[in-house]
């Protein structure tokens, strides 16, 4: 039985009871079978991402959110960051997964206290660490990802929620931030830090974001996408990331591509401003002459690019932005991933 001495929080006990039953759930998560790994539900407590597996540099800012409300899944919490640093007013993340929460918050404390450099150091596991930051020095391996040392540098400006749960996870892990960061805990995508986030390009990105933050309203909401309807708010964009490849998937999915399409256009529209968009869907390797997650036949016999054709998203689409592909290698053969926009004006 885990107790806190009154003086530590200003939680009240159902505030408490909250954050432990998240920890507790997370732990669960952590120690769940094996064969779950081979086959992943999303939950309320599922893996955190470090960093976005999106390219946003990509197309964030060609959407015009600057003074604008926007909604968007909270993630790893990049999302949040880039829009801050393109000017949003408001934005609300959601998620189904409460421990995005947990980790957006860890990174807007960590930004507010860290100098650029220490700040990636920390999320990064990169085993060079140019290929996270476009500098001049060069770590083999990265020894002090999620350092506890470096965590004690911000966690007083973290919420008490918030504290009280990394300060349990850190506690389960013996205070080895390389052995909590190598759990399922996390999901790293290290290499991708920089090139992926206009507010990672340069330091200077990082200090106009860290300037921003305190003046934007964030808020967040768990809740899955076919909850979103629900809200009472309006929005002139909605980014919905890449959970359509999930929610319509032969593994997980819960809905077929054409109610997908019903969703968006009978019920989600209707949280838009006038002339506002939704991002619908980010496609992996839009175009791809490797066809990465095809059959070993389909790889066998590709010899020239192949589209991906999304009938249902082309339909529902009325505009398109390609950018470069996650992978690196992809990227040398300019490789492009897909962005899908809706706009309700457009249909």
Not at 154 to 174: Q, R, T
């Amino acid at each position: 039985m885990i107790r806190w001495e009154e003086s530590d929080f200003m939680l009240n006990d159902e505030e408490k009871n909250q954050v432990l039953t998240d920890y507790q759930e997370t732990i669960k998560f952590l120690n769940r079978e094996y064969k779950s790994l081979m086959h992943p539900t999303f939950s309320h407590h599922s893996s955190m991402y470090t960093f976005t597996t999106e390219i946003l540099s990509g197309y964030i800012k060609k959407l015009g959110v600057k003074d604008k409300d926007v909604l968007t899944v909270t993630a790893s919490g990049d999302q949040i960051l880039n829009l801050v640093f393109h000017g949003a007013k408001k934005i609300d993340g959601f998620d189904l997964n409460t421990n995005a929460y947990y980790m957006t918050q860890l990174k807007i404390a960590a930004l507010k206290s860290l100098p650029y450099e220490e700040f990636i150091n920390y999320f990064s596991a990169c085993k060079s660490f140019e290929d996270a930051v476009f500098v001049e020095k060069k770590v083999e391996n990265n020894l002090n990802v999620f350092d506890y040392n470096v965590y004690q540098k911000f966690s007083d400006k973290l919420p008490e929620d918030v504290k009280l749960y990394w300060d349990l996870l850190y506690k389960e892990f013996n205070y080895d931030g390389s052995k909590l960061h190598d759990s399922v805990c996390i999901s790293s995508d290290s290499d991708t830090a920089v090139f992926a986030n206009d507010y990672l390009q340069n330091a200077t990105n990082y200090e106009i974001v860290k300037q921003k933050i305190d003046n934007v309203n964030i808020n967040y909401y768990v809740k899955d996408i076919l909850q979103l309807h629900t809200l009472s708010k309006k929005y002139d964009c909605i980014l919905l990331s890449n959970i359509y490849d999930y929610i319509v998937s032969d593994w997980y999915g819960v809905i077929s591509a054409e109610d997908f399409n019903s969703y968006v256009q009978n019920k989600l529209s209707n949280l838009l401003n006038e002339n506002g968009i939704i991002q619908l869907a980010y496609k992996y390797h839009y175009k791809t002459k490797n066809v990465a997650y095809g059959s070993t036949l389909k790889k066998l016999f590709a010899s020239k690019y192949k589209i991906d054709v999304n009938e249902s998203l082309n339909k529902l689409s009325y505009k398109k932005i390609l950018v470069p592909s996650l992978i690196k290698e992809y990227r040398k053969d300019k490789e492009m991933d897909c962005v899908y926009l809706y706009n309700s004006k457009k249909r």
